[in-house]
């Protein structure tokens, strides 16, 4: 396995208590394997993300437990200088907004260079000419022309299209996206998903891709992982999750999007609003806006129950969830 | 509702340029920003307009200029056969009260320092005759109930509320004055999807309780086909295709609309083998350097020489004029022809293409 | 609603936040009233409002009622020395140059043998008044120009933005040298004329940037599209969102126009003995520090007291209107 959570736990400590932001998540990455974690705002699925990369704030945040294995090693018992050389290098993060997140007084050729001169020890005009390569490699047009440029100077997709670029320049082992198109617009985020995907198989990374979007998830995932209230609540190859989901959330967020195909009668909709993660309800943290909920549910905190060999429902009721009424 | 119906708002060459000006005390005009460029169409009563289209295509420029906000640099907006953009004064503070905005940030949309009592019965404040002053306070609590929240959250600040319930806030400011016409702008898009779906089936559930008319900005295509019965869609400052909404997502005539569709990620993994995605080459062009002839030409596989000349008429396509079925209505282009491009969901079906014939009239 | 509360609010509005903010207090005491009347037995209990709740907030914070209560009794102490000071600031006997404590002189005697006491209290009226006054004048005309040029923009505000960068230019002290000292009258007002001149360019700016700020936020679009006029959007919702750096650029300027009518006294522009002013007295003692260092000690320590006082109410009533940090 190339990287592993192990029951992760993250608490951020504010002015107005302790809010439980990840609450005992694992899961796992294989190389050439993309895992998206799909989950709404404050579900957690950023947050672990961070800790992964080590770009945790800290305070306010605070790792209270678990392991994140990476290659076989805890690496949050490595020092932060063994870190530092893992990151970039073996692995990497794109953002969701690549206008802050790349320097707006370096040049993108710099920036991109910046990498080989850090972390191969390479002249500046060899760091130069790579990111020239890279650049065509992320199929910007003119690349030697603009590699001069400044990051306002492009579009929002071609931005992206940098912040990939820097993010595979070391081809790095694993990939993490958080909501890489989520600023885009439709047609700009197809090429950035494709090409995202094409590098994904060329470079035989694990990717992982943090998102909201049903519909990307669908499109480019192979496994699944769905985040509420700072813990996995599904994790499912893909299809089989689509096809029929084992979790009462899960079901919620699928039949709650429109869609394209043909015109529905009114929406299904989850009620009632994310819990508070100051104050997360007992047993399951769902069961307040869960329609199947039982007296169980709000005393016992269910399990990751093993659905098939592949998948995991933290549902004391998946079974008839997953067979339960039609759509 | 059928789009013959009584218009309640007829938009006619509608069009906003910002000029781009140099210079601190004698500015000097170097170009403009020609955000939206001619746009035509008519909302009738009850009815919903869908506008969809990429950012900077200019469809939240055509909702400020809907609620004057802005004045249209040429054009009308007749609400009600009477043109609302030369209005000013008393007359134009009565038509605001029969057009009603709702913005899309729930964050920015709610004065921070007011309470959530004094945000939704400014209205009256604003139009003392719309209700009396003794009664404002129960109708308050009554629009919040109409919008799902509790009646007692008066006294509460907006930071106090979720997005959603923000959102909610923002809408019963929109009726309190109960207008005829709601111009929502991307109110669902800075929403998680669990609560889009409740915002959606509130608009919807409002427009049948207070026959309200909506105009829906969105860049979500799946969403603006669930709430609109009909659905312009923009690209750079004009509508380059309309109709229906079975006309325009299953049987699309403009390479644009067309590409757009192919690229709506689908949540459903069976159809990642079916689907035929079409990727447009480059990016939209700058507004303020807008392509001759059809401003599309630049993105399309399908132009040539007659489109670098001509700017297309947004019409029923020679192609199609006197036929019948789905693929005749309006697109501005020169070649249309129809295309399937929205896979069907969850049970299979046959490839994604193939029924562009379906018509018969083939382009000439 | 009884009207009496309100009352120290308004003072404070009027002290730290200027001209715009000043008609929004008065506004919100006007409306408040209204539907507090036949309808406020409803389930919800009274309406609040900002300022009521605002208000509500200060009364429980201990800083804010120490703060205020250093003012009431500066103010007091301004109004009517004789109250707790006996004797005359003016009358010096030179036999007791420098001498320490003693009786009916508790702070001891400067170097031309006044009574320190005395002096410190007698001087705090023009040192309150200067600060309180040039304070005000400086937010109500900077925060009143800057506010209308941030929301109106166009022609006024590149005109006013260049006047400003003018006034920006002209050095304070050369300029309070080279124009005070055309001045003959011994009074306050010219000093607080020439800080009001000086000064409000600085108010002015930070009203401009943050009014504009405010008037991008979308609430402003809706109250807009409601039909709301000029006024109302100013009052209701542009000045309350952008008072906050107002408030706090206005509270630190009235400790520094305390200390500029010290050291324009000191140069002999400001005030002239037989004037009484805490800068008037910290300049004449500094001299003498190594000697006498209780006849500097305690007209600075009132400085310091009085200038910490001003900045901690500020900051209070910033958080106070800040619904966030409640």
Not at chain 1, 124 to 137: F, G, N, P, S, T
Not at chain 3, 21 to 35: H, I, Y
Not at chain 3, 272 to 291: C, E, F, H, Q
């Amino acid at each position: 396995m190339l990287l592993e959570v192990r029951d992760l736990h993250v608490e951020f400590r504010t002015r107005d208590g302790v809010a439980k932001a990840v609450n005992g998540v694992s899961y796992a990455v294989d190389e050439g394997e993309t895992l998206a974690v799909l989950g709404e705002s404050g579900s957690g699925k950023s947050v672990t993300a961070q800790a992964v990369m080590g770009i945790l704030d800290t305070p306010p945040g605070r790792i209270t437990g678990g392991q994140i294995l990476f290659e076989g090693r805890d690496l949050l018992r490595l020092k932060e200088e063994e870190r530092r050389r893992i990151r970039g290098a073996d692995m990497a993060m794109i953002f969701q907004d690549a206008l802050s997140a790349l320097n707006p007084v370096v040049s993108v050729g710099d920036q991109l260079g910046e990498m080989f001169v850090v972390h191969r020890g390479m002249s500046k005009k060899d760091a130069r000419a790579r990111a020239v390569e890279l650049m065509e490699r992320v199929r910007i047009p003119g690349a030697a022309q603009r590699v001069r440029d400044y990051p306002h100077q492009f579009s929002g997709g071609m931005r992206q299209r940098i912040m990939i670029a820097m993010a595979l320049a070391l081809e790095p082992a694993l990939v993490i996206a958080d909501e890489p198109t989520t600023a885009l617009d439709v047609t700009v985020q197809a090429q950035v998903m494709d090409l995202l995907a094409e590098l994904q198989r060329e470079y035989r990374m694990g990717l992982i891709l943090i998102t909201h979007d049903l519909g990307v998830v669908a499109d480019v995932a192979d496994r699944i992982a769905v985040m509420y209230a700072g813990r996995i609540v599904e994790s499912a190859p893909v299809r089989d999750l689509y096809k029929a989901p084992a979790h009462p959330y899960t079901r919620g967020l699928l039949d709650s999007i429109p869609r394209l195909d043909q015109k529905g009668q009114e929406l299904y909709a989850i009620k009632g609003l994310p819990p508070n993660l100051m104050n997360i309800p007992p047993g399951c943290a769902f069961h307040p806006r869960c329609p199947m909920a039982q007296d169980v549910c709000r005393t016992d905190e269910p399990a990751l129950y093993a659905v098939s060999p592949a998948r995991g429902s933290a549902c004391h009721f998946w079974r008839e969830c997953l067979h339960g009424p039609e759509q | 509702m059928a789009p013959s119906s009584e218009p309640i708002l007829q938009v006619s060459g509608l069009v906003k340029h910002y000029p781009l000006t140099r210079g601190v005390l004698f500015r000097k005009q170097i170009g403009a920003v020609r955000a939206v460029d001619g746009v035509d169409f008519t909302l009738g009563r009850g009815e919903t307009l869908g506008v969809v289209g990429e950012s900077g295509c200019g469809k939240s420029t055509v909702a400020k200029l809907l609620c004057n906000l802005e004045r249209p640099t040429a054009g009308a907006i007749r609400f009600k056969g009477e043109d609302i953009t030369r209005l000013s004064g008393r007359a134009l503070k009565a038509v605001r009260r029969n057009i009603q905005m709702v913005f899309q940030d729930p964050y920015t949309s709610l004065n921070p320092r007011m309470t959530v009592g004094d945000i939704v019965g400014e209205p009256y404040d604003i139009h003392p005759e719309a209700a009396p002053k003794g009664d404002r306070r129960r109708r308050v609590q009554e629009l919040l109930d109409v919008v799902g929240l509790n009646p007692e959250y008066v006294n509460r600040y907006p930071h106090q509320f979720s997005g959603g319930q923000r959102q909610r806030i923002g809408i019963a400011r929109g009726l309190a004055l109960r207008p005829e016409v709601i111009v929502a702008d991307e109110p669902v898009s800075a929403l998680d999807v669990s609560v889009q779906a409740q915002v959606i089936n509130l608009l919807d559930r409002l427009q049948s309780e207070f026959d309200l008319s909506y105009v829906f900005i969105a860049h979500d295509l799946s969403i603006v086909r669930h709430i609109s019965d009909r659905v312009g869609v923009m690209y750079l400052g004009r509508i380059m295709e309309t109709g229906r909404d079975a006309e325009i997502y299953d049987h699309p005539t403009h390479p644009y609309t067309q590409a757009l569709l192919s690229a709506v990620p689908v949540p459903d993994p069976e159809a990642r083998d079916r689907r035929e995605r079409i990727i447009l080459a480059g990016d939209v062009p700058s507004p303020t350097n807008i392509p001759s002839g059809c401003r599309f030409r630049t993105r399309c596989w399908k132009a040539r020489e007659r489109c670098v000349v001509e700017v297309p008429a947004l019409a029923v396509p020679e192609a199609f004029r006197g036929g019948t079925g789905s693929a005749v209505h309006d697109s501005a282009c020169h070649f249309a022809e129809e295309l399937r491009v929205v896979p069907a969901q969850g049970a299979a079906e046959g490839p994604a293409q193939g029924v562009a014939e379906e018509n018969g009239s083939g382009p000439g | 609603m009884p009207e009496q509360p309100y009352e120290p609010e308004r003072a404070i509005a009027g002290t730290g936040m200027g001209g715009a903010m000043d008609l929004a207090a008065s506004e919100a005491t006007t409306l408040e009233p209204a539907p507090a009347g036949p309808l406020g037995t409803g389930p919800v209990g009274k309406p609040r409002s900002l300022w009521s709740d605002a208000w509500r907030d200060l009364r429980r914070n201990p800083v804010f009622l120490l703060c205020a209560l250093v003012i009431v009794f500066l103010v007091f102490v301004s109004l009517w020395p004789s109250a707790i000071a006996s004797g005359s600031p003016l009358t010096c006997d030179l036999a007791r140059s420098q001498d320490g404590p003693g009786p009916g002189a508790p702070f001891g005697y400067d170097g031309q043998g006044c009574n320190v006491y005395t002096r410190t209290v007698y001087g705090a009226r023009t040192s309150v008044t200067v600060g309180v006054l040039a304070t005000l004048g400086v937010s109500v005309l900077g925060s009143v120009l800057g506010g209308l040029a941030g929301y109106f923009g166009g022609v006024w505000d590149a005109i006013l933005s260049r006047i400003t960068d003018i006034f920006f230019a002209i050095p304070v002290v050369l300029g309070g040298l080279v124009l005070l000292s055309v001045v003959t009258s011994n009074t306050v007002w010219p000093v607080i004329g020439f800080m009001v001149l000086l000064g409000w360019p600085q108010i002015s700016r930070i009203a401009r940037g943050s009014v504009i700020t405010a008037k991008q936020h979308d609430y402003v679009q809706a109250a807009r599209a409601l039909g709301a006029s000029d006024t109302r959007i100013l009052l209701r919702h542009i000045a309350p969102n952008a008072v906050a750096p107002v408030i706090v650029v206005a509270t630190i300027a009235l400790g520094t126009y305390i200390a500029l009518e010290a050291t324009l006294s000191y140069l002999g522009v400001g005030l002239k003995p037989p004037s009484v002013s805490w800068g008037i007295d910290i300049s004449a003692a500094s001299p003498y520090i190594r000697n006498a260092p209780h006849a500097l000690l305690w007209p600075s320590g009132a400085l310091a007291v009085t200038v910490l006082a001003f900045i901690m109410l500020g900051d209070a009533v910033r958080d106070a209107l800040d619904p966030k940090l409640r």
